[in-house]
């Protein structure tokens, strides 16, 4: 029964297994990646991102229809392109990144439902707006599991220096030009793993896979590496049981998947060890030193 | 070679000067206190040294030392006490001249970084991360980086802000020793009494320079005054810097 439940859609199915392989390969590269959004405030430029994407992919969609390699490399040219102006529109004027990005964001999302609206049905604005991770082909999985290396390989790279950046940006800028470069790398990463939630989980959701388990791993952890960690297997253990839900219920696997991170965000909120509601409430005897 | 000359250096921000016209120079291994009342333009000065601020006129030569010869310790506000780095990888962050991007941090450099935490009087302190430190520890933990980095240029930023007398004693036996192994210092200080005392060469600054050399010459009432009469000179509507003009038409 619980092995039926559990583990049977998986031996049994295909798609499933491909949708697994999937959302672990997310969680593997977006996870990070959420986590310094988060440190670096800028969870919400993150959601910001991911509407940016969209007339790229709009326009990949007009050029071949619902051909995700045409759609995946649209929104990557639209995502680097937004990134890099409202970057360097910030590092050149003084004004704040995210004031910036709002700017590009929503031109950019009001070019990208004009773009879809010219030739698309109801049907295709839900796909792009929701995506469909139990739809993924081979191809598709692979230009998954490709996003996810470069980003790991990429994050290898510039961890040094977009730690020191966060935390103290005015030191790096006095011993390294690195700074620069990182960060909008930085941004770079940001893109290419939205666009690969933006196949599984649409635009309006592919940050969820980001943004929810950094933000259940901030609740269980002080350190760094333990925090990226944490929120690697809570995107992961979200994915699999998402989609378990989304089998057995019928409840679109997208949605299906960030609702269960959320209910582990709001667990997390709850009996969190560092700063949980409970905790604070009922913090024990205090310590010696 | 002078370890710092500038070359009537204007800094400032979005064209407003918050240092004006500043000619001068620091010799190698001097122990320099930049003073001045808030708003004199003494950080907007050191950030433009360390090469964070470019200058909006004139210029800033280091005689010959490049971006890791210079050690800057900026104000503790600047740093994201939030993020979740340990006291021994901040620390740590000081050896980036000999790690760069990709280096890795060794035994023996991980030994290093564990005396210089004790030598600032952090041991046991390395796991903590840096936001639950308090004021004077979180000080202790940025002049164990400076340590760190071994320069031969030294820029603080207003060091002993907001820390108890033992600590800036402690700091300042550092500041000391520094100046001792000839390596050239410029502190940005509030405390007269503590210039009067340990530093032989104080430049005065009040947007412009109101006087710079031997501290007992230049640590006067009548320069104070002038100092403290500097009035914030912000001003949207100004005109272009006339002195710039007749420089100009002089060339």
């Known amino acids: 029964m619980v092995y039926d439940a559990l583990i049977g859609p998986f031996t049994e199915f295909e798609f499933m297994r491909r949708a697994l392989a999937a959302v672990i390969a997310l969680s593997l590269a977006g996870a990070p990646i959420g986590v310094f959004l988060m440190l670096r405030r800028m969870s919400l430029v993150g959601d910001a991102m991911a509407h940016a994407i969209l007339p790229g992919a709009a326009v990949g969609f007009l050029l071949s229809g619902l051909n995700l390699f045409a759609m995946t490399a649209g929104g990557l040219i639209a995502g680097f392109a937004v990134a890099i102006l409202a970057g360097v529109v910030a590092r050149s004027t003084g004004l704040k990144e995210d004031a910036s990005l709002a700017t590009f964001y929503l031109a950019s999302l009001a070019l990208g439902v004009t773009i879809v609206s010219i030739k698309g049905t109801n049907i295709d604005l839900l796909h792009v707006l929701f995506g469909n991770i139990l739809a993924m082909d081979d191809q598709t999985l692979l230009v998954v599991a490709f996003n996810a290396t470069v980003t790991l390989l990429v994050l290898a790279v510039i961890y040094r220096p977009l730690v020191i950046e966060s935390v103290d940006p005015l030191f790096l800028r006095t011993v390294s030009r690195a700074g620069g470069p990182a960060h909008l790398a930085f941004l770079a990463l940001v893109v290419i793993n939205l666009v690969n939630g933006f196949q599984a989980l649409g635009t309006l959701l592919a940050v969820g896979l980001m943004i929810l388990p950094a933000g259940i791993a901030r609740f269980w952890s002080r350190d760094l590496t333990v925090m990226i960690c944490i929120a690697v297997v809570a995107a992961a253990v979200s994915g699999y049981a998402g989609l378990v839900l989304s089998f057995q219920t019928r409840v679109p696997s997208g949605p299906a998947i960030i609702l269960v991170a959320t209910v582990f965000y709001i667990v997390s909120v709850l009996f969190g060890r560092v700063g949980g509601i409970v905790r604070q409430l009922f913090p024990g005897r205090h310590l010696e030193a | ?251």
């Open chain 2, 1 to 251: 070679m002078a370890a710092v000359h500038f070359h009537n250096v204007t800094l400032g921000y979005d064209r407003h000067p918050a240092v004006h016209h500043l000619n001068g120079e620091v010799a190698p291994g001097a122990l320099v206190a930049v003073i001045g009342p808030n708003g004199a333009g003494k950080s907007t000065l050191l950030r433009g040294i360390v090469g964070i601020l470019r200058p909006l006129d004139g210029s800033i030569h280091l005689g010959g030392l490049d971006s890791r010869d210079i050690a800057y310790l900026p104000q503790s506000a600047d740093i994201d006490r939030s993020f979740p780095i340990s006291v021994f990888d901040f620390v740590g962050t000081g050896l980036w001249r000999a790690t760069g991007l990709f280096g890795g941090i060794g035994k023996a450099a991980r030994e290093k970084i564990l005396r210089t935490i004790a030598s600032v009087g952090l041991n046991g302190f390395e796991n903590r991360t840096i936001g639950t430190l308090s004021g004077g520890q979180r000080q202790r933990v940025l002049f164990a980086r400076v340590l760190l980095q071994d320069a031969r240029l030294i820029v603080l930023d207003e060091p002993f802000n907001a820390i108890d007398s033992k600590t800036t004693a402690d700091l300042l036996a550092l500041v000391k020793h520094w100046h001792s192994e000839g390596r050239t210092v410029l502190a940005a200080l509030h405390d007269m009494e503590m210039v009067r005392t340990h530093f032989a060469e104080t430049l005065v600054l009040a947007r412009g320079p109101v006087a710079w050399g031997p501290t007992a010459e230049v640590l006067t009432p009548e320069n104070l005054l002038v100092a403290m009469r500097m009035c914030e000179a912000f001003d949207d509507s100004a005109a272009a810097c006339a002195a710039d003009d007749a420089r100009s038409r002089a060339a």
